[in-house]
């Protein structure tokens, strides 16, 4: 049997449970989830790899109508992993089929400009009571007249994982591998290790601090014996969020380096020794040069 291989874009609004389906997919926790809006910044690139073909999703920020540059930049990837791909999986969370139109206008354009195969998730059916409650779901999103299939999902209970690959392998080019068989991402461990540090922020603090922060990995160490060292900056844009992050006596940052550290060894599968300090970038959100530093 000829080898299939190709690239999977993940769309969909903030919180529609694209990471969560990714991590589900692919049986490890490679992108960071929490219960707020805009936690993946960054494209996320995850490679599932089975006998006969090789799944390389695309992991994309949720999709909003941005504020400022940062946003903007996270906005752009959009359709970069739209033109990479080969194959679209759009995400439609339960509540927002329910309650308005599952798909902002751009989106909407952007999707019915496009010639590539497009398998719906109405994801998060495990919020429903009944499947009594999803039918008339699927059956709006039938009359979209947009989609080559529909799937409804809950990757968080595991449902209908399985049909999602189906459908996939269903629109999948034959091609050989395009990365080694046990590779599960093409970015680095100091790129998934300050996105586990973001993590912790995100899930520790409020407002609009998770918002305004940034994580750069400045020193990684590999060391023969002993704990591997590792520093990083979080990025805030004012003295008062280097203060709520520090915390009262350095308990915030203590706990969000405790948890990081936990997470990150059971990345790197190495004891580590964690030194976290914040810098304050004035208005690095609306700073060209700024986000270009950070990768953006």
Not at 101 to 125: G, M, R, V
Request: glycine share 4%; proline share 5%.
């Amino acid at each position: 049997m000829a080898k299939k291989s190709g690239f999977i874009a993940i769309l969909g609004k903030p919180n529609a449970g694209k990471s969560t389906l990714m991590n589900a997919l692919l049986g490890t926790n490679l992108s960071i989830v929490t219960p707020k809006p805009q936690t993946t910044r960054k494209e996320v690139i995850g490679i599932l790899t089975e006998k006969d073909y090789q799944i390389i999703f695309l992991d994309t920020p949720g999709i909003i109508k941005p504020k400022y540059k940062l946003q903007e930049a996270m906005m752009e990837t959009i359709p970069q992993a739209m033109q990479s791909a080969d194959v679209l999986l759009v995400l439609l969370e339960v509540d927002s089929v329910k309650k308005q139109h599952p798909l902002h206008s751009e989106t909407l354009a952007l999707l019915q400009n496009t010639k590539l195969p497009k398998i719906a998730i109405l994801s998060k059916i495990d919020t429903c009571k009944s499947t009594v409650e999803i039918i008339p779901l699927l059956e709006k999103i039938q009359k979209m007249d947009l989609f080559d299939e529909i799937i409804p999902l809950s990757a968080k209970e595991k449902v209908n994982l399985e049909p999602v690959v189906s459908s996939i392998l269903n629109y999948l080019p034959e091609h050989e591998f395009y990365y080694d068989e046990e590779s599960l991402s093409t970015q680095n461990n100091k790129f998934f290790v300050s996105e586990i540090i973001r993590e912790q922020v995100f899930l520790l603090t409020e407002e609009e601090i998770p918002f305004s922060t940034e994580v750069q990995i400045s020193e990684f160490y590999e060391r023969e014996r002993g704990k591997w060292f590792i520093g990083a900056e979080i990025i805030v844009e004012k003295k008062t969020q280097k203060q709520i992050i520090i915390g009262k006596s350095g308990s915030l940052i203590k706990q969000i380096g405790l948890q990081a550290r936990f997470k990150i060894e059971e990345l790197l599968e190495h004891e580590v020794y964690l030194e976290l300090f914040v810098k304050v970038r004035q208005d690095w959100r609306n700073n060209p040069s700024q986000l270009k530093a950070f990768g953006y």
